[in-house]
């Protein structure tokens, strides 16, 4: 009998596509197992013993040991309890919406660390290679490959898709960075917006009337954006995209990453420039979003995002403590707090009013973005938050692909974090005066 060891994950299906898992040579996969396997794998043992020339071991000759060396702790700012309870509340929302799947986010914005990340329907790290979808018909060894392929993808960085009206948070910044908008101009809404030969609707038919800035973006008013995004331009539109870490990845420390796909810059007209303003016309990973929103209101440092802390021999001795990079005043202070100001009016009065917590002041903005091919009935819902509104700890973000019945991210995404936040944020922000 010859002794082996083989890796067991104790918690099954919690952050499954984050973890990732070994194969049966224990070599890393997907995901932390294999972007960190130097640090985990550690160093075999060997025996040397002498054979004669057809391979035949000589009795007697003796033997040489070197012992193995065990693998280095990886420790993750992943937090237990708020990926049980964002899995729980995701796997609730699935269930109640018959949704494709559910993503949710959990960050601090002030370094990057990520305190959850939850892509429904995970699947059991110990079981790695079972389905977690019942499939009535048998399947060839290229479509079995294909349905694991697609069970392991992490929505949140290996998937892009249109953001929708939560982009309109990068409108503003750049538009009140360039000074192109104060929190006081005026616009009107009459529902619609003409741009060359486009009529572009706004969510409300018959129009918001006279609104001025901040009420725009309360109302997540679709004409409002268009002309500000046409007052800020194309190039200075695509200068904030940059700054805001939205035109390259973000340096994550799991493997995958999807790039965004946009229009070059020399094709934007004032259509494409109309649309994108709102959110829509090009396509991001929800893991960008989420970084260049905790820009936005963590007072201007764009952070890298990531899971890894750092890692100890078996001694409890330190072998690294890992760095990220950052980059301070991406936008001015003065931006940020503007903007942390309109997004807690956005949930305290305007759209995401479903997004309130009890005791706490939060911000944020909710999407509803319909997928390819327009006029399909399918939909994106999701909402961003941070808490508390005034001085960010956390910034989270739930993304619903496909939700039946009601699909307004207002509606299905904005309770969903709520929740979270009812049972987080006491834990998260414990010895803080509330209400902050």
């Not at 660390?113 to 079981?127: D, H, K, R, S, W």
């Not at 479509?143 to 960085?157: F, P, T």
Request: glycine share 10%; with cysteine; hydrophobic share 35%.
């Amino acid at each position: 009998i010859d002794e082996d060891y083989k890796r067991y994950y104790p918690y099954n299906e919690l952050a499954s596509k984050v973890i990732g898992f070994t194969g049966g040579d224990n070599q890393g996969i997907i995901g932390i197992e294999v972007k960190y396997d130097e640090y985990l794998e550690g160093i075999n043992g060997k025996i040397l013993t002498l054979t004669d020339a057809r391979g035949v071991e000589i009795k007697n000759a003796g033997e040489r040991r070197s012992e193995p060396v065990e693998g280095d702790d990886l420790y993750l700012s992943l937090d237990y309890n708020i990926q049980m309870y964002a899995a729980q509340a995701a796997v609730k929302v699935r269930e109640e919406k018959q949704a494709d799947s559910v993503s949710i986010l959990v960050m601090n914005p002030q370094n990057g660390e990520i305190l959850a990340m939850v892509n429904e329907p995970e699947f059991n790290l110990n079981e790695p290679f079972a389905l977690n979808t019942e499939i009535d018909t048998e399947l060839s060894e290229e479509e079995k490959q294909n349905a694991l392929n697609k069970m392991w993808r992490n929505q949140c960085i290996n998937d892009t898709y249109e953001p929708g009206s939560t982009f309109k948070v990068v409108t503003a910044t750049a538009a009140l960075e360039e000074g192109a908008v104060t929190i006081d101009s005026k616009f009107n809404c009459p529902g619609f917006k003409i741009v060359e030969d486009r009529k572009i609707r706004c969510h409300k038919i018959t129009g918001h009337g006279s609104e001025d800035f901040l009420h725009g973006t309360m109302n997540s008013c679709n004409p409002v954006f268009i002309e500000v995004g046409l007052k800020v331009g194309a190039k200075n539109f695509y200068k904030y995209l940059g700054k805001l870490g939205l035109l390259n990845r973000t340096g994550i420390d799991i493997p995958g990453e999807a790039s965004t796909i946009i229009h070059k810059i020399q094709n934007v007209g004032e259509v494409e420039l109309a649309t994108m303003s709102f959110g829509q016309s090009f396509q991001i990973t929800p893991m960008q979003y989420l970084v260049a929103a905790s820009a936005v209101v963590n007072g201007g440092t764009l952070v890298t995002p990531h899971f890894a802390v750092k890692a100890e021999n078996a001694d409890n001795k330190l072998v690294e403590k890992f760095q990220y990079k950052s980059q301070s005043n991406v936008i001015s202070k003065n931006t940020s707090e503007t903007m942390k100001f309109i997004l807690e009016k956005v949930v305290s009065e305007g759209t995401g009013s479903k997004g309130q917590v009890p005791g706490f002041k939060v911000g944020g903005k909710t999407a509803t973005s319909q997928k390819l091919p327009r006029g399909s009935g399918r939909y994106i819902a999701s909402y961003m938050s941070f808490a508390p509104a005034y001085k960010p700890k956390v910034i989270a973000m739930a993304i619903i692909d496909e939700p039946k019945g009601i699909y307004y991210g207002g509606q299905v995404a904005a309770p969903l974090i709520s929740q979270l936040y009812k049972n987080i944020l006491p834990y998260l922000l414990e010895g803080e005066k509330q209400g902050e």
